[in-house]
């Protein structure tokens, strides 16, 4: 057995139909033969990117080499520059699309759902793609490089450098077809292949493989940090749903920086932000030190310190309640599943329940009332030792501590900017209106619900 099929074979799993992704360049065809010689249960799935006029070529040569082994394979057309003009992303990104749809794609067109989908990527590979995420900004992860596995995609030949996939083409007597544009210097990864990868093997000769050595090491570090992460943000999450991310910001703060990113990342994550970048981490994180109130958004994501917690949600923007009330009315509150009845004589209704009843001095009130969440400039007269004071709105809410989410979603009896009612169901609060123990123009305000429902 030669070497090469002797390493790819410590790095399959075994008795699974594998998928080669098959371009006809020299690391597929050489993954392709020697898979082949291990007999394994082997299909075969070839992508044309349309972008070289030399693609038809490349396609027919991989059907010719698949029928010479007897190896099922199914072609697929990828419309590339069209795609990556209408998203406004790079050809290498419009392919790596395309590659990855129609190799999941070859599995139901094979009718093997547990196949394993193998890819050339080898040393050099990996190399290249470490140098490019240092170049860009990476954390520990993007140093890692490419991992060997990453589900059913499998990468049999990341241990193998180019210059012994040739060898063992050349062993086997092989021809392959070379893709012109990798001699292009136009592609800042053909910069980093063909001119400083050479320059520091000038520095080691064994640059590929220590660098490949060094990401195994990195890998290990990032997922035991990986792990760590995922128990300190258990530990610090204590509220948590699809939308909504609740973290405590006291018990995060105890944990290292590194981690406290990685927890920050978790949460971002599971609410739905794609594409995380360090600037993302670090403006989250920037809220830790922060008063409360404190709030920053990242594309669709809204994220506020709120005294010891930080929450992190989806900014969605749904219509505010807003209900214009006569005197006397009787109103369905959908949000409270109750009835909001306002009277000048007292509450005497049978089977209900009665959830609460406030008395006002109508005559006090100015024009129309409404029932409302919050608004900018409101107010509410509050009474102290010292007698009756008016407080805003925003500030009240902060002596009293509500989450913001909450002070959002409170209902307000108003009038005009002045608030006669916070229907907190924790702490109802209303307004003093009134120096006299009663009053001349009594309202009464009830909210209740048929007993019934």
Not at 155 to 181: F, G, M, W
């Amino acid at each position: 057995m030669h070497s090469l099929e002797k390493s790819i074979s410590q790095n399959i799993p075994q008795n699974a139909p594998i998928i080669v992704a098959l371009s006809g360049g020299a690391d597929s065809v050489a993954l392709l033969l020697a898979l082949h010689s291990l007999h394994i249960n082997l299909y075969a799935a070839h992508i044309n990117h349309n972008l070289r006029s030399a693609a038809i070529s490349d396609q027919n040569f991989c059907i010719e080499l698949c029928k010479r082994l007897d190896i099922p394979i199914k072609v697929y057309s990828a419309p590339v520059k069209q795609y990556a003009k209408s998203e406004g992303i790079s050809i290498e990104e419009a392919g790596r699309f395309f590659r990855y749809r129609y190799l999941r794609q070859a599995m139901e067109d094979f009718a093997i759902p547990t196949a394993q989908i193998a890819t050339g990527h080898h040393q050099n590979d990996n190399a290249e793609t470490i140098l490019l995420n240092l170049a860009r900004g990476t954390g520990l992860k993007g140093l890692c490089g490419i991992p060997p596995n990453n589900g059913n995609i499998i990468r049999p030949l990341i241990n193998i450098t180019r210059a012994e996939i040739e060898k063992y083409l050349s062993y086997k007597n092989q021809p392959y077809v070379t893709d012109a544009t990798n001699a292009q210097n136009v592609f800042t990864r053909n910069r980093i292949r063909n001119q400083i990868l050479p320059e520091l093997a000038k520095i080691n000769p064994r640059i590929v493989q220590n660098m490949s050595k060094n990401a195994a090491l990195l890998r290990d570090e990032e997922n035991f940090m990986a792990a760590e992460a995922a128990k300190i943000y258990e530990s610090v999450s204590v509220a948590s749903c699809q939308s909504q991310i609740v973290l405590d910001t006291i018990e995060l703060e105890k944990a290292h920086p590194a981690i406290q990113r990685r927890v920050i990342y978790i949460a971002l994550q599971n609410v739905g932000l794609v594409n995380i970048t360090s600037t993302h981490l670090h403006t989250v994180l920037q809220l830790l030190p922060s008063k409360s109130g404190k709030r920053v958004c990242i594309q669709n994501i809204v994220a506020q310190k709120q005294y010891s917690a930080i929450t992190i949600q989806q900014n969605a923007h749904e219509k505010a309640p807003h209900y214009s009330l006569a005197v006397p009315s009787c109103t369905f509150l959908p949000e409270l599943n109750a009835n909001i009845e306002l009277s000048f004589v007292s509450f005497d209704k049978k089977n209900v329940i009665l959830h609460c009843t406030k008395l006002f001095e109508y005559d006090m009130v100015v024009g129309s009332l409404t029932l409302r969440t919050r608004q900018a400039g409101d107010s509410i007269v509050l009474k102290s030792a010292q007698g009756n004071f008016t407080k805003k709105l925003q500030n009240y809410f902060t002596d009293q501590k509500l989450p913001q989410q909450k002070r959002d979603s409170i209902l307000l009896l108003a009038n005009g900017s002045n608030i006669l009612w916070v229907m907190d169901d924790k702490n109802p609060t209303s307004a003093i209106f009134s120096h006299r123990q009663k009053y001349s123009n009594p309202l009464w305000v009830t909210i209740w619900s048929d007993a019934n429902d």
